[in-house]
């Protein structure tokens, strides 16, 4: 599978360790950095990420910061983007069955590597379930149509 990542300066060594697990897990990696420890805004990054699941250059995407939420926000401003805060096992799980999230955000001062590593795996092994769900993803599409509409 490949997979885009981007961090900001909080997230960078966070991101790191996850391009390694996705690299030791047999994925592509495509790395929007940051990759120093300098202080940057992460709404460009967070939009890249964004637009290159969009765009179809990759088929998941994962965006890191200090707590995650003002990356999954960014992230979610992109059209098409549904990019779950997964800060745990369970919502990294149901954010795939339940939400078919193509985009994973994480909280680098939150989460040690290690539940990193393991949100991660099981964020990208979960499949979407379908079924009620697919009329829920419809409906949420449909709002977002009504809210980029002139």
């Known amino acids: 599978m490949n997979v885009v990542i981007g961090a900001d300066h909080a997230g960078v060594e966070l991101k790191a360790h996850l391009v390694a697990d996705l690299r030791r897990l047999g994925h592509e990696v495509i790395d929007l950095g940051t990759h120093g420890t300098e202080s940057v805004d992460y709404p460009p990054v967070c939009a890249a990420v964004g637009r290159a699941v969009r765009d179809g250059e990759a088929e998941r995407g994962i965006v890191l910061g200090g707590s995650g939420q003002g990356e ?79």
Not at 111 to 133: M, Y
Request: with cysteine; hydrophobic share 45%; net charge negative.
């Open 72 to 150: 999954q926000i960014a992230a979610n401003k992109v059209r098409g983007v549904r990019a779950a805060l997964c800060n745990d096992l369970y919502t990294a799980r149901l954010s795939r069955e339940h939400n078919d999230a193509n985009v994973l955000a994480m909280g680098a001062r939150i989460v040690a590597f290690g539940l990193a590593t393991e949100i991660l795996e099981l964020w990208l092994q979960t499949s979407f379930s379908g079924g009620r769900h697919e009329a829920r993803l419809a409906l949420i599409a449909d709002i977002e149509t009504e809210e980029n509409s002139p």
